[in-house]
């Protein structure tokens, strides 16, 4: 279906000739797009059923019960799941350590969640296929689960601004009782209010992914980002840190520099990297805690990316699962 | 005299709450105060970690979720 309407609009309303390389550039770029947002707002509305049950709330009243290991392994899972826009890290920050949860524990939620979520996952599924789609999954909460272990295990309760401790809520606010005709109309807002965010960036990244298709010197990329290379991961994620995109902007890029060479594991950490690790990110985080718990978080999350990146590059070198 | 808090850091979705908060009032002429909570701190006391989040004196209604101007005039009612 999608097919029939990008040949619509390619051949029939552009008048491109389906035979020429241009022709054939915009179809892909035009199915791409097209798929992509219809898959992506199906998406986005069934997670956003689900996520209408798991609130931040909710979540720092179970994760104030739970120890460490166990906690960062459950606060990574409702990383995953729980509505979270950066608009809300500080709110959520604060939040979770009134409510008594660890702060190693914290930092598994917040780390998890921007570098795994629907929208990630959607993007990968599509244009990468299930096995690759599923290693970013178990690797983005690894690198969240593991971040916060070594976070908290540091003792670096001190590197919280003060006035974080003195927060004294008057209890959780009492859980809303959504009927379903409330969550179903939530997840309509959520589709409307996501995709007009980041349909932009699907066309843009999609668009240079594009470009990269068509024009990227292989044999370059291959020489100083594949196998080769053993610096490369390391590259991958210094590149990847000071470049701000989402996920939505990401995956397509990062999609055609692996069919152009890249090494998988280099591929997957520069992406980790520019979705986990941003300016705007710190600048937020910053109102919450000091600048050398902000040092340390960038070494650490930055590390574990660059572990997954060379893991997966032996991985595959063994396995050989990019192809 | 009524009082709507609206709590959110300032972005895009607290704007839109904020707006659709006074017109529910409005059209509902209801003698409404809207006030708006910006400070994180502030967010965490009342127990809001989502946000936008909506309260009607004091009362915390809505969180994480922008209402309709319909469905804040429920509320009001």
Redesign the interface.
Known sequence: MIESLADLVVYNWMGLDAATRLGESVHFFVYDVTKILVLLSIMIFFISLIRSFF???KT?QVLSHKNKYVGNFVASVMGVVS???S??T???F???V?AGVPLGVTFSFLITSPIVNEIALVMLYSLFGWKIGTLYLVSGMAVGIIGGIVIGALGLEDEVEE??YQ????????E?KMTWEERIN?AK??VK?IVSRIWKYVIIGIGIGAIIHGYAPAELLAKYAGQGNPWAVLMGVGFGIPLYSNAAGTIPIAEALLNKGVALGTTLSFMMATVALSLPQMVILR??IKPKLIAIFIAVVGSAIVGVGYMFNFVDVAFNIAM | MMKITVY????K??VSLADHAKEAAEELGLDAEVEKVED??E?????????P?LAIDGK???????PSTDEIKELLK
């Open positions: 609130s931040p709330e720092s509505p979270f826009c608009c809300s500080v709110p959520i604060i939040g979770f009134e006035y974080v927060v004294e809520s008057d209890g959780p606010s009492e809303e939530y807002a959520e209010d109102k919450v | 959110g850091p300032g972005c979705n607290c994180p701190a967010i965490a006391k009342a127990g809001i970690m989502s946000t989040g915390v209604k809505v969180k994480g979720r922008v």
